[in-house]
């Protein structure tokens, strides 16, 4: 088996802010009369909503997966790349369900997930903007009969714009024999890619109808560099 050695952690740290109205969904089994039919996921001893980072994580993956290995999404009729495999970009950094079929050799060091997505929790400085005015509002939206043009109102959990939430991601470096080089590359053209494409897309759901646009700000490393993400997370 090949040997692995963790060398080093990078971490990025700053904060998410909400540009158009961000719905993350809790789920709802049960709905009270008069109650939000799509609530978003709150914390559940402040009651202050949160992003949690497999949301933050999947959108990355998913989009990375759509960009670097379509063909494989393909073959996967849809679901996540799963290949397992040491050369894979995505597999390898994002990590491979356990698959006891999966020969060894083509798994043979690609070691530990990469990527760690923390929480993203209310910044201190959003808790004290917000402190007297709502951080959440309800969306109503109506979908319409095309034959009868009867509308079906539906409504929906937001948080609003201006929102910050603190922002958080560990990448652990392992060195197969390279000196850590593969790791360091796939941290810049795929961590760091995606963290640009999805400002350029959406997070959570009903993206296509203007929800969850988000920007990173103020992005540190653990040095406290700034981190740059490359220029088409403008569109440039």
């Known amino acids: 088996m090949k040997e692995i050695k963790l060398k080093n952690i990078k971490m990025v740290k700053g904060k998410i802010e909400v540009k158009t109205g961000l719905h993350i969904g809790a789920g ?6 008069g109650g939000m039919d799509n609530p978003i996921i709150k914390d559940p ?16 993956r998913s989009l990375m997966e759509l960009l670097l290995v379509p063909e494989k999404i393909a073959e996967n009729e849809g679901k996540p790349c799963s290949c397992g495999q040491s050369d894979c970009p995505i597999c390898r ?24 997505v923390r929480d993203s929790r209310l910044s201190e400085e959003s808790k004290k903007a917000f402190s007297n005015k709502p951080l959440t509002e309800e969306k109503n939206e ?8 009867e509308a079906n ?42 963290l640009a494409v999805l400002q350029n897309d959406y997070l ?27 220029d088409f997370a403008r569109g440039n």
Do not use: C, H, W
């Not at 959570?204 to 490359?230: A, H, Q």
């Open 28 to 33: 709802n089994d049960s709905i009270e009369i």
């Open 45 to 60: 001893v402040t009651f202050e909503p949160y992003i949690p980072g497999s949301s933050i994580k999947g959108k990355i």
């Open 93 to 116: 950094v994002f990590g491979a369900a356990i698959d006891r079929k999966r020969s060894s050799e083509k798994t043979n060091g690609r070691g530990p997930t990469r990527l760690i």
């Open 142 to 149: 109506n979908s319409l009969n095309r034959i009868t043009a």
């Open 153 to 194: 109102l539906r409504s929906m959990e937001r948080v609003v714009p201006g929102v910050q939430f603190d922002f958080e991601i560990a990448y652990r470096v392992f060195d197969d024999g390279d000196d850590g080089k593969k790791d360091e590359e796939l941290f810049k053209n795929v961590v760091l890619a995606g």
């Open 204 to 230: 959570g759901g009903g993206g296509s109808r203007g929800n969850g646009r988000i920007e990173f700000k103020d992005l540190k490393d653990e040095s406290g560099n700034l981190v740059t993400l490359p």
